[in-house]
């Protein structure tokens, strides 16, 4: 028989929120079930997902105090374990772009162009978090780690035709929510050149030209 888990309830809560250290480690030793659980559907790979869960019940620790509504802890710990597996995957897009940066001699891009492509990769990263998670997997070991095929295979418990065939789905789910999300971005770049940094920010080809 399965063990049912529950959240902690709005009393005990209260009481870590109070500053109860007893109340507060029995919160994330309770949150901890469902926060790897959002972790698994929401990350790219099961070490992401723990990496996700880790930060996540550090935060909960740390910052249980700015919780506002003490009935909103599930919504609220789904939306910190979301976001930490998009960071993960604007990081691996980060050092892909990189690496196709190193490999091409290119000027120096202005500010506008290193706003433009720190939007454009926040738009990718957004949709491949958005993708199911066999459909995810497959692509970020693939296309963005570069992995060989057998060897995402072989991780995934997959024949390489079924492989090629989830890759092939990604793929084309990715291409699809791209286009429909595709919009002039000179407005967006408008209002963040204030913001831009110095430094160089990677193109989004290489591995994303799909």
């Known amino acids: ?46 070490q992401d997902a723990e990496d996700a869960a880790q930060e996540a019940l550090i935060i909960l620790y740390r910052k249980i105090g700015s919780l506002r509504a003490t009935g909103a802890l599930a919504s609220w710990m789904f939306r910190i374990v979301r976001n930490e597996c998009l960071r993960q995957v604007r990081l691996l897009v980060s050092r892909s772009d990189e690496a196709t940066s190193e490999s091409e001699a290119s000027a120096e891009p202005s500010a506008e162009d290193a706003v433009l492509h720190r939007l454009e990769a926040e738009r990718i990263a957004a949709a491949v978090s958005a993708l199911p998670r066999d459909q ?11 992995l060989p095929g057998k060897t995402v295979a072989h991780s995934l418990g997959l024949t390489n035709a079924a492989m090629k065939s989830r890759l092939h789905r990604a793929r084309a789910a990715l291409r699809h929510s791209l286009a429909v999300t595709d919009q002039p971005l000179g407005q967006a770049a408008d209002q963040a050149r204030d913001q831009a940094v110095d430094q160089p920010v990677g193109g989004v080809s290489g591995p994303w030209t799909l």
């Open 136 to 146: 995810r997997q497959v692509l970020i070991m693939r296309d963005v780690q570069g």
């Open 1 to 46: 028989m399965n063990q049912r888990f529950t959240w902690p309830d709005e009393r005990l809560i209260k009481a870590a929120q109070n500053g109860d250290v007893a109340s507060l480690t029995t919160v994330v030793m309770e949150s901890q079930p469902h926060v790897r659980k959002f972790a698994l559907s929401l990350c790219a790979s099961p």
